[in-house]
């Protein structure tokens, strides 16, 4: 089972997971929506996480740029 965080103020994002084992971190939209993006270490993660990161930057910087697509759980 997938353990959601929810984010507390990004207007990107509301939710985010990491799955270690497939380096995949996941992504929920505010419109529901859930993206993965493949090929993120734990490092990756931890950036993305970062307290003073921005998600929504984060995500068109780094995440963008990873294999991606619609997460179907």
Not at 2 to 18: D, K, N, P, Q
Not at 40 to 59: H, L, M, N
């Amino acid at each position: 089972m997938i353990e959601w965080i929810v984010v507390e103020g990004s207007r990107r994002i509301v939710a985010e997971a990491f799955i270690p084992d497939a380096e995949t971190i996941l992504v929920r939209f505010p419109d529901g929506v859930e993206w993965a993006y493949s090929a993120c270490t734990r490092a990756v993660w931890e950036e993305f996480t970062s307290p003073d990161q921005s998600r929504g930057k984060y995500i068109a910087q780094v995440l963008d740029a990873k294999p991606n697509g619609r997460w179907n759980g």
